[in-house]
């Protein structure tokens, strides 16, 4: 079955630190990769996407991801995190049209200061 | 440019009842797609219409049925209302030949069964 994992349920950094959320996917063929971010009583914004090309994509807010087809990855990474970025994280794929979606169980972010 | 618009933003009902949810779609998308998203889970897809019909449809009982009239806007009905329907209800619109654009995200509608 086509499915998503998240690894991290909660992770917290230090403010100005790195971030890397991680995020797996399990399917037989390259799919079309997103993370969104959901902030509290909020719905999803899209940080960014891969659909082919580049496996490294850059996003907004300073977000970017590398897609790793040997590692079947698709790992969300900052190098400096602000405190207005604690929210939770969803990594997503589309495997038939770009038009289902299945998410991961989300990575919660904390940014200590 | 509006975005995604969904009402209402908070319900409260009881077990048995009957709940309609209501989504607009970004101007110019003519697809919407629905998720249930529990406490502390990923969103879950539920369905999607285009043309007024529905074409992909989730691992939801048919207690949850959908409507989408002309000008793209859609309804999700949930029958027989259970606590475990208590969730956040998000809609999300695309338009269905841009294959290579992702879905823009209502900020969803938050059921809670008592």
């Known amino acids: 079955a086509q499915s998503v994992t998240q690894p991290d349920i909660h992770i917290t950094v230090s403010e100005g630190a790195s971030l890397e959320l991680r995020c797996n996917y399990s399917y037989g063929a390259t799919p079309y990769l997103f993370w969104y971010v959901q902030s509290p009583g909020q719905g999803l914004q899209l940080l960014l996407k891969y659909f082919s090309g580049d496996t490294l994509v850059q996003g907004i807010k300073g977000f970017e991801a590398e897609f790793k087809r040997s590692q079947s990855s698709f790992n969300l990474r900052k190098p400096s995190v602000h405190w207005s970025d604690a929210a939770e994280y969803f990594c997503a794929v589309a495997f038939t049209g770009f038009q289902k979606l299945v998410f991961g169980t989300g990575t919660r972010l904390l940014v200590s200061p | 440019d509006a975005g995604v618009t969904q009402s209402p933003t908070h319900l409260i009902k009881t077990r048995g009842q009957q709940v309609t949810l209501r989504c607009s779609p970004k101007?110019?998308?003519?697809?919407v797609s629905w998720y249930q998203q529990a406490l502390g889970q990923g969103p879950q897809f539920i369905f999607q219409?285009?043309?007024?019909?529905?074409?992909q449809r989730g691992n939801f009982p048919d207690r949850f049925s959908g409507h989408q009239y002309p000008n793209y806007s859609s309804e999700l009905n949930v029958n027989a209302l259970l606590l475990g329907d208590s969730a956040l209800y998000l809609c999300a619109s695309s338009l269905y030949r841009a294959r290579d654009q992702p879905q823009h995200f209502g900020d969803g509608t938050r059921l809670s069964i008592l």
């Open positions: 101007s110019g998308h003519d697809t």
């Open positions: 219409y285009y043309e007024e019909e529905e074409r």
